[in-house]
DNA sequence: TTATAGCTAAAATGAACGTATGAATCATGA
DNA sequence: TCATGATTCATACGTTCATTTTAGCTATAA
């Protein structure tokens, strides 16, 4: 085979830096402790990927890729089902949130890990990696913020926007996981293995996120 | 004056890291960037604070500790109003996330600059800064989460933690107001200046919070 | 067998990092 | 005025960083 040892090395290269990217961020992650980790030499990353930020750049890639695909497949699926009528926003959210938290159960899509990963860079922006994200986002998002449109026609597109932003923002940081306040509240959740905690977790997350999608709108103060 | 150079020094160097903290991380900000932008000697941070971990340290409690114990102090008083009844749920909400988001518009607080350092560094676990914050935090999340238990009789404590947890996670993301989706989101939003968009977010994020704070409880599959 | 391309190994490069040092400068109290 | 302690300054130190280089190894194709 005239690529066996590279693909194997590849992948492992791939996998450390995920595991790694995701526990001390980007700049406190040195090629060296990728590398040790991956058991390869220094130089195959500079080699097979370019440089450190092409490195994680595919780490993203090689998830987001699959998970975007599949977030349009089901919005797909959706709206053909529905034949042109506005969906539920349930559906929606269940598609964007809940196909990424179904990810993070099947460990080859790189289970909680690339999920905290990626909650953590959302909110890391080092300015290469914001575009990259941007773009490989672009087409996703459009399409579900359309779909949220449609679905509710007497909501203000602004207001909407916001919204999704905020659900965002809920969903990050929670599989980010690593927040600093964990610490704080004695966590008297239960101590199953973590899929099991992650079985539970989309309910309550969907939940809160429809609660905060559907709440009334707000008021804001006379500032004529 | 005993100390006239040396507090404006201080001062100069604080202002300085809380913004490129801010937009580059910990890991990201330099001692010779920090000390540049201040116009001071290099040596300095490390002759007033220690160390760029201690001044970070430092950049945090200049803040925290005038927003917590003014979380403290409004929680005080309503729980003195309300004389032993639970209070409600909006009040308590406000209390936490709208005492953090007025402080904001509060430019001798810091301003928004601070607000994003925060939002970002609670999804950035670098475990000296995860302990320093758990500690900063322990008696307002406490008190809060009491509050809230409560308020909230019915409903099952892990759920409010959770919920809690959730409403933290969509306020930091948004007020780390970098996230890399931004840039996807064609933002319609109004022009404003800074301030005024902050006057009309507190109403936005405050109703979303609610909405998710008193969603119906999730349903679990059953996993027996 | 030999040439070639794909890949790995080990070492070196130059830049940037946080921190430490000792001299220079300043304000202050006797 | 002058000695003193606090602060600032320029500079150097020892590491570690991402990357490059040069040589060697392995497997396929002619």
């Known amino acids: 085979m005239t690529e066996g040892r590279s693909t194997d090395t590849r992948e492992r290269i791939l996998d450390a830096a995920e595991t790694l990217f995701m526990a001390h961020g980007y700049d406190g992650t040195s090629m060296r402790l990728i590398t040790g980790a991956a058991e390869v030499n220094l130089a195959a990353v500079n080699y097979h990927f370019g440089s450190k930020g092409a490195l994680l750049q595919e780490v993203f890639r090689r998830r987001l890729d699959w998970l975007n695909a599949e977030r349009l497949r089901v919005l797909d699926d959706l709206e053909r089902k529905a034949g042109g009528k506005p969906l539920k926003p349930s559906l ?92 704080v509240t004695d966590w008297q959740i239960e101590d199953a293995d973590a899929n099991d905690r992650l079985d539970r977790l989309l309910p309550r997350l969907m939940s809160f996120l429809l609660g905060g999608l559907r709440a009334p709108l707000p008021e804001f103060p006379d500032n004529a």
Not at 98 to 112: I, K, N
Not at 144 to 158: E, G, N, R, T
């Open 92 to 183: 929606i959210v269940d598609g964007y949130f809940g196909t990424l938290l179904r990810m993070a159960q099947d460990e080859a899509c790189g289970g909680v890990t690339f999920l905290r990963l990626l909650g953590r860079t959302l909110t890391e922006p080092s300015d290469f990696i914001r575009a990259f994200l941007a773009n490989e986002y672009k087409e996703v998002i459009e399409r579900y913020k359309a779909a949220l449109f449609k679905a509710l026609p007497d909501v203000p597109k602004a207001e909407i926007v916001w919204r999704f932003h905020f659900m965002l923002g809920a969903t990050s940081y929670t599989i980010a996981g690593t927040d600093a306040l964990r610490l």
